[in-house]
């Protein structure tokens, strides 16, 4: 498997949120990578994980623009609820 920067992941993540589902993870070569936005109330500009399901390997974009049909995770209780869910992933930051 292979170790990426987050230069790396920044580079090779598609361009739209749609086709992540088609494309392959650049740790491990699975195909379909997941994604999730999240936001704060009345502001357009969030954060968004990006995860492969197969090695659990994934990168966090700190500043980013959330797409109106996007849904965003809002409030700190639901934000925390969601990430101590998802633990297991290897987030690079
Ligand atoms: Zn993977």
Redesign the pocket.
């Known amino acids: ?1 292979k170790k990426l920067t987050y230069l790396e992941w920044i580079k090779y993540l598609p361009k739209h949120d749609s086709l992540y589902s088609s494309s ?7 195909k379909g ?1 997941s994604y999730q936005y999240f936001g704060f109330k009345g502001d357009d500009v969030g954060w968004k994980i990006i ?7 994934g990168v966090k974009i700190s500043r980013t623009k959330i797409p109106a049909e996007s849904n965003s995770i809002i409030g700190d209780k639901e934000q925390e609820s969601f990430l101590n869910a998802h633990a297991y992933l290897k987030l690079i930051l």
């Open positions: 498997m392959h993870c650049p740790a491990c070569g699975s990578l995860w492969c399901n197969s090695c659990n390997c």
